[in-house]
Nanobody
């Protein structure tokens, strides 16, 4: 396992959850780490991404101001702090890594990533 996502679960609307993505092996050397999500019947969409080399971050418009991505390079872990959760945030969340660095033109494209974690379910209820 090279990317391991954890921290999913259930929350009420307005609540918070924090996801973690632990990188190991070849994935630990990658620059760009992103979070994606996929709801039933929908395509996988980019949520956020961080450049581990310079800390540049990117967010989808739907989560700006509510989600915060961060990286602890000493632990090879990237976090996604999700606040003010909405029902529409319900999805399986995946972390992914690319050789990077991520670019603002395509950080949200799944094809840009070389390694994927197994996904963690986030369910937000009203």
């Amino acid at each position: 396992v090279q990317l391991q996502a954890s921290g999913g679960g259930s929350a009420q609307a307005g609540g918070s959850l924090r996801l973690s993505c632990l990188a190991s092996g070849r994935a630990s050397l990658k620059n760009g780490v992103g979070w994606f999500r996929q709801a039933p019947g929908k395509e996988r969409e980019g949520v956020s991404c961080i450049s581990r080399s310079d800390g540049t971050t990117y967010y989808a418009d739907s989560v700006k101001g509510r989600f915060t991505i961060s990286s602890d390079n000493s632990k090879d872990t990237v976090y996604l702090q999700m606040n003010s959760l909405k029902v529409e945030d319900t999805a399986v969340y995946y972390c992914a890594a690319e050789y990077g660095p991520p670019r603002d033109t395509d950080w949200y494209e799944p094809y840009d990533y070389d390694f994927w974690g197994q996904g963690t379910q986030v369910t937000v209820s009203s």
